[in-house]
């Protein structure tokens, strides 16, 4: 069941977190355990960086084809989330006009931002090949794991 595999995973990033303080290194484990516990299509993150004195989300590590390097706020679901600053589940991402689709074999997806002191500082992403993959236990513990990560990456 889900949330059994989630309990895994979940376990298995609350051991790699205890022991690794480096952003990219944990990020990219995180997008490795999530990745393969589940096949998803495509599991990262973005973040949040300043450029040319503007913010904008550049791509960060993660598992699966090759993505768009930045998205800016209020773009994408990503740039929906981090404007917003809150989770977004798309069941048909062929629906969603302001979807930037990085891969054809995209059809479903979830972003859950990542945030520290009140402020969005990047977003994880999952892309499924399969319609209405995500509900809200993929909400409940992906919500879970970007706490864990900006209450230990971030401070
Ligand atoms: N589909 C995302 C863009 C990132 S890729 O899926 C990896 C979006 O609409 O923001």
Redesign the pocket.
């Known amino acids: 069941m889900k949330s059994e595999q989630y309990k895994e995973a979940l376990g298995q990033i609350e051991t790699l977190i205890e022991e690794e303080t480096d952003l990219i290194a944990g990020l990219s484990n995180i997008a490795a355990i999530l990745h393969n516990s589940f096949k998803f299509w495509?599991t990262?993150f973005?973040l949040v960086k300043s450029e040319n004195e503007r913010d904008v989300l550049v791509?960060g590590p993660?598992q699966?084809p090759v993505?768009?390097n930045r998205?800016q706020n209020g773009?994408?679901?990503?740039?929906?989330a981090w404007k917003t600053k809150g989770t977004i589940i798309v069941d048909n991402?062929h629906e969603?006009e302001?979807?930037?689709?990085?891969?054809e074999e995209?059809k479903s997806?979830i972003?859950v931002p990542l945030i520290s002191d009140n402020v969005v500082v990047g977003v994880l992403?999952v892309?499924s090949e399969r319609f209405s993959c995500f509900n809200e236990v993929d909400q409940q513990y992906l919500e879970q794991i970007s706490q864990l990560i900006t209450k230990k990456l971030w401070s």
């Open positions: 495509w990262g973005y791509v993660f699966g993505a768009c998205i773009k994408g679901i990503c740039g929906t991402v969603v302001n979807h930037i689709a990085c891969s995209s997806e972003v992403d892309d």
